[in-house]
């Protein structure tokens, strides 16, 4: 199924149920009044959902149009928002770019932050940005929302805690993050609030291109209207999205509604080094970062400059079938 | 006033206003039915709230017993918990225990990491830990809760979206932090669920021991029935709470309901140097990594080990007629 939350006014928005080709809704909220209240009861309250939505589908109970730009992200506020950077792809050409080695660890123990969870951004609303010195920059991502999850839970056990999958735009403040890294906390002012696709929708809604925890489909990233990314998210995965769950949970349990992003989806070229742009016919990129550090490798410095007032960002999944799964993120700029 | 969380077998508790003795409660569930409701709307939510307080302080309403056992964490569950590190001698002794500086910076631009806030312990909870190697310790501390903070405030205005304040044991897995702080992302397993005071209070409940945005009493740490912290919160902050928050919200805005701490209380002893042991007459030490990195310097090798299963620590803060004005965080480890 696929589930969407409208902005109704209050923080945490209305449960809606949107049907698979995302022209109309049902209200939820007789069931679960958020997304929150039904991950905090899932197990009872996901049956309920479900039919729901076959009646969605067969169109057996009074639909209003569903307009992507009325959605909340999913969830507006979480209780957690943990980011990982499963595709090492992207984590090579950083330290290629400034002629460092990739600690061998970086391929068995996932990294992963902490991201804030109070305030995201509507997956329609503008990105403000206080100072283009700053740095901004796109992430497009997957992301997932879990039950709760025990601590200790194993990778197998963590799949079936994976609920819901959506997209994420992971906004990063790139001027801000050596600064940051230095002080040896990790990143904190240089990740604001992201963004998260209009529609989660249920590991089954994938059908095929969910697969041992990973989408194998392209992520769509446009930036100021066209085509820069359409890296497969099935491809160069260091981690699947189970083992993120599991590293996350190693220590504490973690509470239902965890959302756990996958970081930059990043594909080496077809020779196996870096990758090229969307417009030479490459794969291209998930964020500005990666094809500034390829300029920097090739010519020694990086000429695509990060984003300033008036750029927009989109990011979008299709299926085989060039159908919407989650419906688009699109973004502008604008001066704080 | 004086608020806690009663445990009623929800995920977010029920709320009630407690008597500044701490002896009874009355529910406040008709007001708010919990913290983070009364946060989402504390400019019209506290002055009932506080109407309710002076009637429990009177007795003018039908008032329960209250026990902090049964109290959870005054917010079982955030939607942000971010640490400061605004005591610099604590880091100032574990550089000099690996004979490194401290970059200048860090005595104007304050560390923060972002915690994980989905799954709180409550204060008399069990500390599951799942391997003694994993070095666990407490780390007494103060924080806030705030209301609304929008992006970019200034440090007065993040001054007055403090609205209330409560301690904290920050578990951390010392074990795990050099390895993660290597990979650059900052802290993450080493920092599983911290635990907070039964009682949450209001600026105003501390008189003067509540100015320039930083308590001016001593943190009280006993470790396994013993004296171990008595530092004063009002010295050697490097950065005041207000600050702090004025930290989180540079490139962002907090949400309602947002948690920030102090980091580690840490106090220099009477010559400036590392401070003495309460056994000694010193102020002691507010987390074991501390004792640990004095002996370091002067002994050569840490000879106080991390917590076991069977330890067991306590944090409160008494006024100066010696009244407990959060309740005791009181703790044990226990294998997970």
């Not at 679960?32 to 009872?44: M, V």
């Not at 999913?74 to 460092?100: C, F, M, T």
Request: hydrophobic fraction near 40%; charged fraction near 25%; aromatic fraction near 6%.
């Amino acid at each position: 199924m696929k589930l969407a939350t409208l902005n109704d006014g209050t923080r945490d928005g209305k449960l809606v149920v949107v049907s698979k080709d995302l022209t109309r809704y049902c209200a939820a909220d007789n069931i679960a009044p958020t997304l929150q209240a039904a991950l905090d009861n899932w197990a009872e309250v996901a049956p309920k959902l479900e039919v729901l939505a076959t009646d969605v589908e067969h169109e057996a109970v009074p639909c209003e149009r569903f307009h992507e730009r009325e959605a909340h992200s999913p969830l507006p506020r979480a209780y957690q928002w943990a980011d990982g950077s499963a595709y090492i792809n992207h984590v090579e050409l950083v330290r290629k770019a400034r002629d460092a080695e990739v600690p061998d660890s970086f391929y068995h123990d996932p990294l992963m932050y902490q991201g804030g969870s109070d305030n995201f951004l509507a997956p329609r609303d503008d990105i403000p940005l206080g100072d283009t010195a700053w740095g901004c920059d796109m992430e497009g991502e997957v992301a997932v929302i879990t039950d709760d999850v025990p601590m200790g839970a194993s990778v197998e056990d963590a799949a079936g805690h994976i609920k819901l999958i959506m997209l994420v735009n992971d906004v990063s403040l790139r001027g801000l993050i050596p600064g940051e890294l230095a002080k040896g906390f990790g990143f904190f002012q240089s990740k604001p609030s992201s963004a998260f696709s209009p529609v989660c929708v249920t590991p089954d809604e994938l059908g095929d291109a969910w697969n041992d925890s990973l989408i194998h489909l392209p992520l769509m990233v446009d930036y100021n209207g066209e085509p820069f990314g359409r890296a497969e998210v099935g491809v160069d995965a260091t981690f699947n999205m189970a083992q993120l769950v599991a590293h996350a949970a190693k220590t504490r349990p973690l509470g239902a509604g965890t959302i756990i992003g996958s970081g930059t989806i990043s594909n080496k070229g077809e020779d196996g080094g870096p990758g090229k742009p969307v417009s030479e016919g490459g794969r291209g990129y998930s964020c500005i970062a990666e094809i500034r550090m390829i300029e920097t490798i090739y010519d020694g410095e990086a000429k695509t400059r990060f984003m300033a007032p008036g750029d927009t960002v989109r990011v979008e999944m299709r299926d085989k079938d060039n159908h919407s799964i989650f419906g688009a993120i699109e973004q502008t700029v604008v001066q704080a």
